[in-house]
């Protein structure tokens, strides 16, 4: 047997390894820069995110710019958030310090609420601009995906706007969204948090050290060390074995709008697979434990970072030449809104952790989960509140009240007519999640306007 060496030294077997080496390289950088440099290590940006930026930066170099891979870091991020979510729900969890059922499923509503929020401050953004200026209208949706989804969501759909709809720069709007929204979470929470610190309502922990126990790493009737296969490649390959799932699933459906949740699909086959399996060890056909929730979430750790920093590395500086002040309009009002109503609804849902469950969610519906853990952390790093399992089981409900938003996704970027009835849609869904959400304070007020009606009476 011979090999052809020549062919693995052609530039087109190696061009999606250098796309890789980039992100490797940037991601080490970002985090040393974010170990060394303190207004980094001060500001709780994820390293991730700091070598993105970094990225986006030396593209301005036209040398530089030609080794990124536009499409290649677009595929990077598309996949990496799919491994992630599905790596979660495979997950069989841990007892912990949890909320009633009842705050769960309000957190879900207050998920939906926010994202229907965002969404209309988008469109309402959009739409003006749409009527003044030609702006493409149903755009301002992608704050919803950016700020309330992460950068997969927006990609995904940013893309779909602008390969279906002709919304050209739609990637590039919706990723610049995303990126914004992460240091949104990491440096308004940040600042925030030493504002109430100052102030004497808060206690930053500076110690977060933690006693790590050999049960972390493995639980019992897991494969042994000794095994002919590692655990970890057991447990990539469950994850990968789902995705392929995902795919022939998608395949078949074949609709548009389908390819845009692979995420989504990700996480119901991820829980059937665990399902299955919990009747496999049930009935004896499995006796090992294969699924672990450490090297789970290292899998997921990865791949979210992996998602960020090809994210932010994807956007297209050219792009954003021409929408630069309607991101800035955007991003604004978005964030100001945001904090705004998960303020006032922290306080009006979580009585006794207001301040955990307004960082947690605040840094999650500007970034990403892992922005809210991380702000989260500084206060609770222990998780002795039921903020951390408000995040984490709130996952599934959220999806639900979500559904104004993914109703009119597919249907908002078809034209003005259509982004105005997708706007009153969510307008409607925005405004009974906060009747829903604010229902006790509402009525308290009613009953004590009440009661001196009566008294005047007698």
């Not at 994850?239 to 692979?262: A, D, K, P």
């Not at 030449?321 to 849902?349: D, H, K, P």
Request: net charge positive; charged share 15%.
């Amino acid at each position: 047997m011979t090999f052809n060496f020549t062919s693995f030294g052609d530039d087109v077997v190696w061009v999606f390894a250098i796309q890789f080496f980039i992100l490797a390289a940037a991601l080490l950088i970002g985090n040393i820069l974010r170990r060394k440099v303190p207004f980094f290590r001060k500001s709780l940006m994820p390293s991730a995110l700091i070598g993105g930026t970094l990225i986006l930066l030396l593209k301005l170099i036209p040398g530089f710019k030609d080794l990124i891979n536009q499409s290649g870091m677009e595929i990077v991020t598309y996949h990496c958030l799919a491994i992630g979510f599905i790596a979660l729900a495979l997950k069989r969890g841990k007892e912990q310090n949890k909320a009633p059922v009842k705050t769960i499923l309000e957190t879900g509503v207050l998920q939906g609420a926010v994202y229907s929020m965002q969404a209309v401050v988008g469109l309402i953004v959009t739409i003006i601009l749409c009527v003044t200026l030609g702006f493409f209208p149903g755009g301002g949706v992608l704050l919803a995906l950016g700020f309330g989804q992460g950068t997969g969501q927006a990609l995904n759909f940013g893309s779909s706007f602008e390969n279906q709809y002709g919304f050209a720069g739609g990637a590039t709007f919706g990723l610049t969204i995303a990126t914004v929204g992460f240091f949104v979470a990491c440096i308004v929470g940040v600042v925030y948090m030493n504002i109430l610190r100052r102030r004497g309502k808060l206690k930053i922990i500076t110690d977060k050290s933690e006693d790590e126990k050999l049960s972390d790493y493995i639980s019992e009737n897991e494969i042994p060390r000794a095994e002919s296969v590692d655990r970890l490649t057991i447990n990539l390959g469950l994850v990968f074995l789902v995705y392929g799932l995902v795919y022939l699933v998608m395949r078949l459906v074949n609709v548009s709008l389908v390819w845009g949740f692979n995420f989504l699909l990700g996480s119901i086959f991820a829980m059937l697979c665990k399902l299955v399996l919990n009747q496999f060890r049930k009935r004896g056909l499995m006796h090992r434990e294969i699924v672990n929730d450490y090297l789970l979430d290292r899998i997921s750790g990865l791949a979210f970072d992996t998602m960020i920093i090809a994210g932010v590395a994807a956007i297209n500086l050219d792009d954003l030449s021409n929408m630069w002040w309607q991101l800035c309009i955007i991003c604004a009002l978005g964030t100001v809104t945001t904090f705004v109503y998960i303020r006032l609804a922290a306080n009006e849902l979580y009585k006794g952790y207001e301040h955990e469950a307004f960082f947690s969610l605040f840094g999650m519906l500007t970034g990403t989960a892992s922005n809210g853990v991380i702000l989260l952390r500084e206060i609770d790093p222990s998780f002795e509140t039921p903020a951390a399992s408000n995040l984490v089981l709130s996952g599934v409900p959220a999806i639900a009240f979500g559904g104004a938003l993914l109703l009119v996704l597919d249907y908002c970027p078809r034209g003005l007519t259509e982004s105005i009835v997708s706007l009153s849609i969510l307008t409607v869904g925005f405004i009974v999640f906060t009747l829903i959400l604010f229902r006790r304070s509402l009525f308290k007020k009613k009953k004590k306007e009440a009661a001196p009606a009566e008294n005047e009476k007698e």
